[in-house]
T-cell receptor, first 109, second 116 residues
Framework: GIQVEQSPPDLILQEGANSTLRCNFSDSVNNLQWFHQNPWGQLINLFYIPSGTKQNGRLSATTVATERYSLLYISSSQTTDSGVYFCAVDTGTASKLTFGTGTRLQVTL | DTEVTQTPKHLVMGMTNKKSLKCEQHMGHRAMYWYKQKAKKPPELMFVYSYEKLSINESVPSRFSPECPNSSLLNLHLHALQPEDSALYLC???????????????FGPGTRLTVL
C-alpha cells in the first residue's frame, strides 16, 4: 500500500515563530487532507488540497502532486496550535484515507 | 453544517460485555467510515460504508460488527473485546464515495474505549 511519511516527528516552538511541516507520499494520490488533532482527540480539517496552494489565516498549504509531497506552513504560532498534525491521502480506489506518521507540535510561551 | 456526532464520548467495558458505538451525520453524505486510533499512532481504517452497503472491511476481527441502518447513522457493535482493543474510535463521513472527485472526509470527536 501507499506509504506516507511526515517530518519532523516532533517540533517545539516559541509563540510567534513560524514552521513548515512536510508530508511525503509514495504513490499518486487523488486527494490529500491536512488535519490538526487537538489534545481531546478531535480531528479538525485544515485543508483539502490534492494540488496547488491554499491559505486560511495563519495557515497555508502547498501540494506538488507530481513530486509527491505536501507542505503545511504555520505562521506566528500560538499555544492553541499545539497538538498533532496529520496529512492523509486517498488514492481514489475506494475512498480510503491513509494517514501519515504525524508531527507533534508544542508551542510554548 | 459539517458536524459528525458520536456517542458515547467514553466507554469502559469488560471482556464479556456487549456494547455499541453510534455515529450520526446530517450532511447528506453517502459514505461513512470507522477508524481506530491507538495512543501516539495515526488513525487506521476499519470499515467503509458506501450508499449504506459495506464496501471495505480491513480484515477487522469479527468481535467488531458494523451496521448502517440508514444513510445518516453508523453503528459499531462490540462483543468479547480484548484489552488491546482499547483505543479511540473515530467515525467519519464524506460526500461522494469511491470516486476521484471532491471527497473530503469529516470526523466526529471519537469514543475513547477502555476494555478491562
Amino acid at each position: 500500500g501507499i506509504q506516507v511519511e511526515q517530518s519532523p516527528p516532533d517540533l517545539i516552538l516559541q509563540e510567534g515563530a513560524n514552521s513548515t511541516l512536510r508530508c511525503n507520499f509514495s504513490d499518486s494520490v487523488n486527494n490529500l487532507q491536512w488535519f490538526h488533532q487537538n489534545p481531546w482527540g478531535q480531528l479538525i480539517n485544515l485543508f483539502y488540497i490534492p494540488s496547488g496552494t491554499k491559505q486560511n489565516g495563519r495557515l497555508s498549504a502547498t501540494t506538488v502532486a507530481t513530486e509527491r509531497y505536501s507542505l503545511l506552513y504555520i505562521s506566528s504560532s500560538q499555544t492553541t496550535d499545539s497538538g498533532v498534525y496529520f496529512c492523509a491521502v486517498d488514492t481514489g480506489t475506494a475512498s480510503k484515507l491513509t494517514f501519515g506518521t504525524g508531527t507533534r507540535l508544542q508551542v510554548t510561551l | 453544517d459539517t458536524e459528525v456526532t458520536q456517542t458515547p464520548k467514553h466507554l469502559v467495558m469488560g471482556m464479556t460485555n456487549k456494547k455499541s458505538l453510534k455515529c450520526e451525520q446530517h450532511m447528506g453524505h453517502r459514505a461513512m467510515y470507522w477508524y481506530k486510533q491507538k495512543a501516539k499512532k495515526p488513525p487506521e481504517l476499519m470499515f467503509v460504508y458506501s450508499y449504506e452497503k459495506l464496501s471495505i472491511n480491513e480484515s477487522v476481527p469479527s468481535r467488531f460488527s458494523p451496521e448502517c441502518p440508514n444513510s445518516s447513522l453508523l453503528n459499531l457493535h462490540l462483543h468479547a473485546l480484548q484489552p488491546e482493543d482499547s483505543a479511540l474510535y473515530l467515525c467519519a463521513s464524506s460526500q461522494d464515495p469511491g470516486t476521484s472527485t471532491y471527497n473530503e472526509q469529516f470526523f466526529g470527536p471519537g469514543t475513547r474505549l477502555t476494555v478491562l
